[in-house]
Every structure is written in C-alpha cells, then in structure tokens.
C-alpha cells in the first residue's frame, strides 16, 4: 500500500496544494507553519474513522477537503474527507480508509521515554481495526515497547513459543542498537528485573539511559517493528517484509547532525518495502536526500506551494548546508542582522574612501567572521585599496 498523491483545499493554512509522492522516501521541508504537518496529518486522517480537531478548515474557507490517492494491491483507492468546522472546540467526524489502517504508522514528536519499570511481562495489547483507526490520528504508542521487547527475549529462550516471523523481528530489533553506533549492542535482558541492558563503549547501562538522540531512533524503529506485529498476527509477517506507509514527524528531532544524515538510510535499510512519509528541518538530512525525495513547501502572498527544484545527478551530496538551507528549504540567507548591519557600515566607507570608518567596520567582522572565512582576504585588499587612494 502507497500514497500515490495528495489534494489538500481550504485546511488549516493551505488553500490549495497537490502534492504526488515518491513510493519510497519523502522528505517535507519548509518553514514554520508553512503545513508540513498539516499534510502528514491529512495523510494520517485518511486511514482513520473517528472524531478529530487536529484538523481545521481555513479561517477563509467555508470548508475544507483533502482527496488521498492510494495505490492498494495495485489498484488506485480514493479516499475523500471534508472539514467543516473552525472552532476549535468542535469535532469534525472522519470516514477514511479505516480497512485499511493497519499498514499506516503515524509516529508523533514524542518519541523519547523515561526509565520505565517492568514489575511483570504482560501479554501483547490487542491492536483490531478500531485500535490502528484510532493511532492513525494518536500515533503509535512508545510506551509499548519495552515490554514487547522483553516479552519477545523471554520466550525465545523456549523453542515453539514465538513464530518464525516473531523471532526474526526479534533479531532485527537487537541489531538495531548498533546501526547508528557500532560500539553500542544489546547486551541482556536481567531475568530478576526486567531489565533491558546495552553494551556501550563506557559498560553496561540501561537502555533508558540511552541519550535523547539515540532513545528517539529507537523509538522510531522499535515502534514500528512493535506495531507490525501487534496488528498483523494470523498471518505474522517479518518487519522487513512491511509494505505500508509510516509517517515520521520531524524525523531528525534529538539528532546530532551525523545522525541526521544517517537516518533515513537506516530506515530504509531496515524498513525496505515501507513507504515513509516525513518531515524535517534538518539540511543534513536533505544533503543524501534525491531531489524527487524532497517536498519543498513555500508560500507567496499566503498561497502554499511545492517549490521546483534542481534535479542533478547526486542529488544534493556535493552541497553545503548553507546552500540547501538557502536554495532548498528557502530560507533568505544564514548570516545574522548584526553581521549584514556591520558589513553595510564597510561597504559604505569603502564607498566614501573613509580609511579611518572602514578600519573600525573591518575591526568588527574579524570577530564576526569565521577564522578561516575567505572574505578576511578580500576585505584587506578593499581596506587596503582605500588606504592606498588616500
């Protein structure tokens, strides 16, 4: 099951946008409160079948749709959902593809957890149609995990106990620990309490004790390797054969920039018949990203729009950050008011041959400008040109 397109009209602040996907990997980019979220959430909206105020009309619209095209067992499904309402006190009721909610996964910003104690292993939660619906809208619950995990270590000690696809999926988590990190492993789980404990090049810790960064990657992959077989029992499949949808929001959040660029290859190595659907802010993560991967949100005079972009053969490998930032997210440009406030002060002395006033702007931008900044050069030749003249 993929995504195949989107028509989003008169929702929250989009007023017209069509947006096709690519089936693998997506990458929603743009500034804040341009609507990344808003159309991940109308993705997840259209799999679900409940009450909703996530989701509101434009304040200029008498109503809101958004129209998903979905290619399900080769065949295109339609699903088409309407908003009415502003307030945001009021539900507006939702009839989506909810048949089909089981092979979409929506993971929400809260991905990290707390030290979490296991006084007992329960049994698996029971995920029917109604509970995917329903997660489409709350995403999928990380709170889950931990026991999941050690119910799955646990009985795979006894021969018979888990599936073939119970135990695979149980391998893949394991080795989940080292993809970001090859010093880190799984170590054990301590039978006396339940305790999931990691290989980390300073000992042993807990797995809660992680850092941010990695407890957010995890989460993201123990979730959905958690999900996939909480909803699909009779038959059981293997994680990696998954070939749904899973929505991401701000999918480098806790991440180093390394990490960031990491990501989304391990995603898809992981994951690699799932279609995902993400947003960022994050220029690393678009660094490795191909251009049809990008959807690059703007707006002009309010009307949201998908920005075209440079196709080139390496995609955006060979940019810097500053450049995707600038020509790719669309930001202005990445230096500060203070540095451009200084650097009109030089130019216009330099314009007026005024030695002593561009000297005094100069002094200021060799504290503001990188050590190894080439500008420093052509500044001294500028100075020295007026110098010179004088």
Known sequence: MKVKSMEINGIGGIGSLKIDFNERMNFICGPNGIGKTTLLECVAHSFSASQTNILKRNVSADEGNFKATIEIDGENTESNITIADFDPNKQSSIHGLHQHSSKLLSLKVTRTFRYQPLDAVGKDVDKNTSTSYLEAISGVKVNEVKNWFVNRYLYSAHEGALTEQQLNNLELAKKSFSLLNEEFSFS??????????????????????????????????????????????????????????????????????????????????????????????????????????????????????????????????????????????????????????????????IDNDDHEAAQIAFQELEHLLHPENHLRKLLKFQLAAVKGES
């Open 188 to 349: 054990k789980v301590l039978a006396s309490s339940n305790e999931i404990m990691i290989h980390t090049p300073n000992g042993e810790i807990y797995y809660e004790y992680l850092s941010s960064g990695f407890k957010s990657c995890l989460s993201i992959i123990f979730g959905i390797i958690k999900d996939i077989e909480l909803r699909f029992k009779e038959p059981c499949i293997n994680a990696d054969d998954f070939d749904g949808i899973i929505l991401i929001d701000e999918l480098e959040l806790h991440l180093h920039p390394e990490w960031q660029g990491k990501i989304a290859k391990i995603l898809v190595q992981v994951f690699p018949k799932a279609q995902f659907i993400t947003s960022t802010h994050s220029p690393h993560i678009l660094q490795g990203a191909n251009p049809d991967e990008i959807i690059a949100l703007a707006s002009d005079n309010g009307k949201v729009f998908r920005r075209d972009l440079s196709r080139t053969k390496y995609g955006y490998q060979g940019w810097t950050v500053e450049e995707i930032l600038v020509d790719v997210m669309g930001m202005s440009d990445t230096r500060t008011e203070n540095y451009y406030h200084i650097m009109s002060s030089f130019e216009s002395a």
